[in-house]
């Protein structure tokens, strides 16, 4: 699998969940992440909270590539999801396209899916662009 994460994910949650961002464009940011213990709630399956760091990281770094990232800062302003499946095993992969794209803010639609491609999680995150 390629990592093509645009910064070192050493010591943070992307590298605690092994998250990996396997296409990075400015139209397009894909995310995957194994499915197992480390990220279950009770019941054995994945938490919620698991699926908002999954799309947040989604809508961060895909921001970065519209941002002058030595001046400027993208940071989580609001997100919200709307659980529709759970999932209990093997990867499951975010992809998120923005919908708008401006000065200060730039929002993202992100769908997570299972591995036979069904809708696990449909989130909608805004981005504050910052001054660094």
């Known amino acids: 699998m390629i990592d093509k994460t645009p910064f070192d994910i050493k010591g943070t949650v992307l590298e605690t969940l092994d998250i990996r961002i396997t296409e990075f464009t400015p139209e397009r940011v894909v995310a995957v992440m194994p499915v197992g213990p480390k990220v279950y709630q009770p019941f054995k399956i994945m938490h919620g909270g698991v699926s908002l760091v999954l799309a947040e990281t989604v809508a961060s770094a895909g921001s970065y590539q519209f941002i002058n990232a030595a001046t400027h800062r993208a940071v989580g302003l609001e997100i919200n999801a709307n659980h529709v ?44 662009i910052i001054e660094a």
């Open 85 to 128: 499946r759970s999932v209990s095993k093997g990867v499951v992969k975010a992809i998120g396209v923005p919908l708008h794209i401006g000065k200060r803010t730039i929002i993202w639609d992100i769908k997570i899916y299972d591995e036979e491609e069904n809708l696990i999680c449909i989130s909608r995150c805004t981005m504050a």
